[in-house]
């Protein structure tokens, strides 16, 4: 069984560029997360998909993020304008059931820098 | 705030020594905890979760936590480490009926051989 995939794995940008991140989960797992480290600090929920709808965007840290989930697949996270702080690490993890006690799996992340 | 504590950023074992990691959390209420590990170049992967039952969870590769409900501890044991040990260590906790992980800032182990 393939595990959850991210690309790309690095990506330099310039502030005030647009980047966009992509996950693809495990096939059959109804609920993506996305999360963020910034460096030395704890990873940080950013928002949760059910399939195609957003259950929980109390992590996005502002209106330059924005994640979609087009048919309930492959989810992409576009940050534009990027700033400095943006720069970091975005994980993205699935699970295949709703409930608390469910497993998250995690991708290997996308390190993220702004210059 | 909600937070999850780890007291312990970078943590430097020989090989055999045993370990002990702690964690704390600061929400009342039921919730589930975890330990997740992640390698050198790997993706992070479960290590162990409790959310019922007996406080002693055993977990993969020999690993261990007990959840002490009047502590609001959740600590991670081996009682002998390896040097495939060394990895970077973070435990995490959700509200029983929430979904999101709440993350502590993680903890450096190296295991020198």
């Known amino acids: 069984e393939a595990g959850v995939t991210q690309f790309p794995s690095h990506s330099v940008i310039e502030k005030g560029q647009t980047v966009t991140l992509r996950c693809d989960p495990i096939?059959?797992?109804?609920?993506l997360y996305w999360y963020r480290r910034v460096m030395g600090k704890e990873i940080k929920f950013l928002l949760h998909?059910?399939?195609?709808?957003?259950?929980?965007e109390s992590g996005m840290p502002n209106n330059r993020f924005l994640a979609e989930r087009t048919g309930g697949t492959y989810s992409t996270l576009k940050v534009q304008p990027a700033e400095l702080e943006d720069s970091g690490v975005y994980f993205c993890?699935?699970?295949?059931?709703?409930?608390?006690?469910?497993?998250?799996?995690f991708g290997p992340g996308t390190r993220l820098t702004v210059l | 705030a909600q937070s999850v504590s780890q007291h312990n950023h970078h943590v430097i074992l020989s090989e055999a020594a045993s370990l002990e990691l702690g964690c704390n959390y600061s929400?009342?209420?039921?919730?589930?905890l975890f330990w997740y590990v992640q390698y050198p170049g790997q993706h992070l992967q479960l290590l162990l979760k409790?959310?019922?039952?007996?406080?002693l969870v055993k977990g993969i590769k020999g690993f261990e936590a007990e959840f002490i409900k009047s502590k609001f501890s959740f600590n991670l044991r081996k009682p002998s480490v390896q040097w495939s040990d060394t990895a970077e260590y973070f435990c995490?906790?959700?509200?029983?009926?929430?979904?999101?992980?709440?993350f502590g800032t993680g903890t450096r182990l190296q295991v020198f051989p």
């Open positions: 993890a699935s699970s295949q059931v709703r409930e608390s006690t469910d497993t998250q799996y």
């Open positions: 096939s059959g797992h109804d609920n």
């Open positions: 998909f059910v399939k195609e709808s957003k259950q929980d």
């Open positions: 929400y009342g209420g039921t919730v589930n």
């Open positions: 409790y959310f019922s039952g007996d406080p």
């Open positions: 995490a906790v959700n509200r029983y009926n929430t979904d999101k992980l709440i």
